[in-house]
């Protein structure tokens, strides 16, 4: 079976700027979460989609959105994005039976 | 509030010999732990789990141990190789959902 796809794997964009990163899951995984990795904060949990509603939201400003298809595919969107937004940005994808997630290559976005 | 803590950011070990990798937690609502192991540039990815009803779960060279009463957990990597120099995070699941929190990480580094 194919792994996590994340889409781009890099991303330069500047202050105020939104972004749009996407991830497709692990075939037949319906559950996909997000994680934000940085040096001080570590990995952080954003937030979890399954069957296309978000089902947990981690602790971040209203300005970190999500939404995922019918085909479990998902995106994340950032809008205004602030110098602190650079981060590693990581999607694991679940299957409905396991605990276990597994994680994409994640999508460095660099905001300047 | 670090919820986990993984205390040691880094450890030196010989090829061969046993790497012990330890996480203590604070919330005794966590109900499912895991160990992931990273490399720079790439997504975690999943090394061993352990559920809240056991103490111990051993696959191949890894073995996690579970601690309830002492809200600690650890990982054995025996032996150990090149190899598994990495990042290594525990992550644990709150029993009201399936988030997980993670470690701030230790690197490991086997010695040839």
């Known amino acids: 079976k194919a792994g996590v796809t994340q889409t781009p794997r890099y991303l330069i964009k500047t202050r105020g700027q939104q972004v749009t990163l996407s991830c497709s899951p692990i075939?037949?995984?319906?559950?996909v979460s997000w994680y934000q990795q940085t040096p001080g904060q570590g990995l952080q949990f954003l937030f979890e989609?399954?069957?296309?509603?978000?089902?947990n939201k981690g602790n971040f400003p209203g300005r970190f959105s999500g939404r995922q298809f019918s085909n479990s595919r998902s995106e994340m969107n950032v809008s205004t994005l602030e110098l602190g937004d650079s981060a590693l940005y990581l999607c694991?994808?679940?299957?409905?039976?396991?605990?276990?997630?597994?994680f994409g290559p994640g999508t460095r976005l660099t905001v300047l | 509030d670090q919820q986990v803590k993984q205390n040691s950011p880094s450890l030196s070990v010989q090829e061969g010999r046993i790497s012990i990798l330890n996480c203590d937690y604070t919330?005794?609502?966590?109900?499912?732990f895991l160990w992931y192991k990273k490399y720079p540039a790439e997504g975690p990815t999943f090394l061993i789990s352990?559920?809240?009803?056991?103490d111990k779960n051993e696959d191949g060279r890894f073995t996690v141990f579970l601690n309830k009463s002492a809200k600690h957990l650890s990982l054995h990597i025996v032996p150990s190789q090149p190899g598994d120099s990495a990042v290594y995070f525990c992550?644990?699941?709150?029993?009201?959902?399936?988030?997980?929190?993670f470690g701030g990480g230790t690197r490991l580094m086997v010695k040839p």
């Open positions: 694991a994808s679940r299957p409905s039976s396991l605990y276990e997630q597994f």
């Open positions: 075939s037949g995984h319906r559950s």
């Open positions: 989609y399954f069957s296309e509603t978000q089902r």
């Open positions: 919330n005794s609502m966590f109900d499912y």
């Open positions: 352990i559920s809240s009803i056991k």
């Open positions: 992550a644990v699941k709150n029993n009201a959902g399936n988030m997980l929190t």
